[in-house]
């Protein structure tokens, strides 16, 4: 199974971003996907999950109003798309993919934001 993000960038405080993560798993349509991130000398932490149909969706109370996750599975991509981002979010994004007890990362994507 590959994952793999894309779409980080500088962007300053205050501006937005949309990350992508494409899975190459022919069961995405059945899977949860998920969203972390890792801040430079600080643990992983989550950012916001999705159910397999979209129907569900989970966000870390720090992004709630300003991320929003969704998921193609026509094209087995999951998206983050984040406003109004701060400072303190810079950090290395991950996506990762749920099925039964595995589960499955991406190498991430770097997201720097500027104050």
């Known amino acids: 199974v590959l994952l793999v993000e894309s779409g980080g960038d500088l962007v300053q405080a205050g501006g937005f971003l949309r990350l992508s993560c494409a899975v190459s798993?022919?069961?995405?349509?059945?899977?949860?996907t998920l969203w972390y991130r890792q801040a430079p000398g600080k643990q992983r932490e989550y950012v916001a999950s999705?159910?397999?149909?979209?129907?569900?969706?989970n966000y870390a109370e720090s992004v709630k109003g300003r991320f929003t996750i969704s998921r193609d599975n026509a094209k087995n991509t999951v998206y983050l798309q984040m406003n109004s981002l701060k400072a303190e979010e810079t950090g290395v994004y991950y996506c990762?993919?749920?099925?039964?007890?595995?589960?499955?990362w991406g190498q991430g994507t770097q997201v720097t934001v500027s104050s």
């Open positions: 990762q993919a749920v099925w039964g007890p595995s589960s499955y």
């Open positions: 798993l022919t069961t995405f349509s059945m899977i949860a």
């Open positions: 999705i159910g397999s149909t979209g129907a569900i969706t």
